[in-house]
T-cell receptor
Framework: AQSVTQPDIHITVSEGASLELRCNYS??????LFWYVQSPGQGLQLLLK??????LVQGIKGFEAEFKRSQSSFNLRKPSVHWSDAAEYFC???????????FGAGTRLTVKP | GAGVSQSPSNKVTEKGKDVELRCDPI?????LYWYRQSLGQGLEFLIY????????KSGLPSDRFSAERTGGSVSTLTIQRTQQEDSAVYLC????????????FGPGTRLLVL
């Protein structure tokens, strides 16, 4: 089955600074890739997804992610972080041909004022 | 209801007891997932049901864990002889055949094993 690695357990950035959260996947073919966010006390919400085509995808809340096949990566970025972005972020990979998805362990984002 | 529901919302049990956690997916959703989220940990995949296919049980941590899905709808996750390390939030998610890429998560069941 496919798998996902999020190397950073916890990241702290200052409000207004740029953000990049790393995600590496393992899958034998072109995967479906996703980023979800879990705000404190909330459920998981889909931020963005990549299926095919343009490797730079835009999501909600000003987030974007870039699929790099050569690096098996799908890093999440935001140019300027807001305090409300503090949350847990999960990368997920889906396998083409079935509806199976696997999540990474998550990266907790803290935003300093 | 409109979303995924889980019951109970909280469960406190004694070590060695069995517990059952229930998940009601969104009507019409054929895929159903169980995850475990331990304190300070990420989302750990447990089991995946897809329609009438055999479930993917590869994430179940031990043979004390089992799950079933009756009639392709409601699912029950059973933990036998609970241990303190089983304490976690157990999340259920479902997705539709047409929009399978978007999983809708329930609020979770917070399990505490004393």
């Amino acid at each position: 089955a496919q798998s996902v690695t999020q190397p950073d357990i916890h990241i702290t950035v200052s409000e207004g600074a740029s953000l990049e959260l790393r995600c590496n996947y393992s899958y034998g073919a072109t995967p479906y890739l996703f980023w979800y966010v879990q705000s404190p006390g909330q459920g998981l919400q889909l931020l963005l997804k990549y299926f095919s085509g343009d490797t730079l995808v835009q999501g909600i809340k000003g987030f974007e992610a870039e699929f790099k096949r050569s690096q098996s990566s799908f890093n999440l970025r935001k140019p300027s972080v807001h305090w409300s972005d503090a949350a847990e972020y999960f990368c997920a990979v889906g396998a083409r041909g079935n509806n199976d998805m696997r999540f990474g362990a998550g990266t907790r984002l803290t935003v300093k004022p | 209801g409109a979303g995924v529901s889980q019951s109970p919302s909280n469960k406190v049990t004694e070590k060695g007891k069995d517990v059952e956690l229930r998940c009601d997916p969104i009507s019409g959703h054929t895929a159903l997932y169980w995850y475990r989220q331990s304190l300070g940990q990420g989302l750990e995949f447990l089991i995946y049901f897809q329609g009438n296919s055999a479930p993917d049980k590869s994430g179940l941590p031990s043979d004390r864990f089992s799950a079933e899905r009756t009639g392709g709808s409601v699912s029950t996750l059973t933990i036998q002889r609970t241990q303190q390390e089983d304490s976690a939030v157990y999340l259920c998610a479902s997705s539709s055949p047409q929009g399978w890429e978007t999983q809708y998560f329930g609020p979770g069941t917070r399990l505490l094993v004393l």
